[in-house]
């Protein structure tokens, strides 16, 4: 693990009327943003930040979380607005797997812009160094014009089809009941590129999603792996998924097929019932949505599942994070045979890619998605050229269908690809 948790962070949150769209203000190169419907956090800047690899002796989430755990004791918290998102924040992105050669991290920024129904605040942080000048909130020019380029990377789509093949008769040996297979497209973007432009694009055409930005990974997921607030806990479970008609009466129809596709029910109730195995030890009166409802997104239809519970041992957002991931939607089940079943079958490295994604407070509490419908930039330029992956999966249960469940990476592709375009 590296970083200093036991720096003493001054932060000072103050009411702020932000003049622009919030994502103006974070940095163009390095973007921190969460967003959804306009509210949210951007941010810019690096204060601290925590990472942990693959060489850590123990689970990752726990061991930020006990690294965060110790970073916000010390710090000196002045806050006058007191709503979620204010105080000292850090922003969070890690892994799919605890084997990833990629590093799960939390980021401290310097200067925090955020909005929440209908106030908004600045939040800056600084080091007991001796820095007094607080970063100047203002936005920064917009850039939005360039252009990237993508391709089939490490599974193009004849070997996505393969791999589902051999995915399915994992499931008939018995293996697995449910296993989730990504295949990945690999590109370049400009160096010097304005990344917020990507996350305007997302969040102007995926509103009901979270749009995020953190150390490097940027997209729109639709799925709440948890939100932590006062004792409480709530949770989105999407899983099945349909492309949308082209037509109102194709597109009424494509969602009654989903309500009522044995396979695609079968695969949303193994991901429900992972994420009330997870959380049932940490609440009472948890709740789950009887029948999952239809979720309209752009270019998909899901079943969604609402879960909400009350917290009963004091866990902190990274604290169940470390207990709910991955999922089933994400991963499959039994969990550890689905992963192991992944290694193989994947010829990749997921990185940040369906792993948690969000942000926590001072007091553990915060909000987490999973990073779906997204993409992954590189640090170093090679020829004046970033390297980008992005990911798409689907969830192979008995009856999968090779060339449809291809399909369904094709439309979950769409957000990242058009907003790349």
């Known amino acids: 693990m590296t970083g200093s948790p036991s720096l003493r962070l001054h932060v000072r949150t103050r009411e702020f009327d932000p003049a622009a769209d919030l994502i103006e203000y974070a940095d163009p190169a390095a973007p921190l943003v ?14 601290t930040r925590i990472d942990v690899d693959a060489t850590a002796h123990e689970p990752r989430a726990e061991g930020l979380s006990r690294a ?15 709503i979620p998102g204010t105080g000292l924040i850090g922003f969070g992105a890690l892994t799919f797997d605890e084997r990833s050669a990629a590093s799960s991290s939390i980021v401290v920024p310097e200067l925090i812009i955020g909005r929440r129904g209908g106030r908004g605040w600045v939040t800056s942080i600084r080091l007991d160094d001796g820095q007094d000048a607080a ?4 936005p920064i020019l917009y850039d939005p014009y360039w252009s990237a380029t993508l391709g089939p990377g490490a599974l193009d789509p004849d070997g996505y089809q393969a791999a589902v093949t051999a995915a399915l008769a994992t499931i008939a040996a018995g293996e697995v009941g449910k296993v989730v297979l990504a295949r990945d497209l690999v590109g370049t973007v400009p160096a010097g590129a304005d990344l917020r432009r990507l996350v305007h694009e997302l969040a102007t055409g995926y509103p009901d999603t979270w749009t995020y930005a953190v150390d490097g990974i940027i997209g729109a997921s639709p799925e709440t792996l948890a939100t932590v607030n006062g004792g409480r806990v709530t949770a989105r479970v999407l899983a099945g998924t349909s492309a949308r008609g082209a037509d109102a009466p194709e597109d009424a129809a494509a969602a009654v097929a989903l309500a009522a596709s044995a396979k695609d029910l079968d695969e949303h109730a193994y991901a429900v019932q992972s994420v009330l195995d997870a959380l049932t030890p940490h609440t009472t009166g948890l709740t789950a949505d009887e029948h999952p409802f239809t979720l309209e997104l752009p270019n998909v239809w899901h079943l969604a599942t609402d879960v909400a519970g009350t917290l009963t041992d004091g866990a902190t957002s990274l604290d169940l994070i470390r207990t709910l991931h991955p999922t089933a939607a994400v991963a499959g089940t039994p969990t550890n045979a689905a992963i192991e079943v992944i290694r193989r079958l994947e010829p990749f490295d997921r990185g940040r890619y369906a792993g948690p994604v969000g942000w926590i407070d001072a007091r553990g509490d915060g909000e987490w998605a999973i990073a779906l419908r997204g993409a992954e930039f590189g640090t170093q330029a090679v020829g004046g050229l970033i390297p980008v992956t992005a990911h798409a999966g689907a969830g192979i249960v008995a009856g999968s269908d090779p060339e449809t469940e291809l399909l369904e990476t094709r439309v979950k592709f769409r957000p990242i690809v058009d907003a790349l375009a």
């Open 34 to 47: 969460w967003l959804r419907r306009g509210d949210g956090m951007a941010a810019r800047g690096s204060v």
């Open 68 to 82: 965060w755990t110790r970073l916000a004791a010390h710090a000196v918290i002045d806050d006058t607005v007191g």
């Open 135 to 138: 970063p100047d909130p203002a």
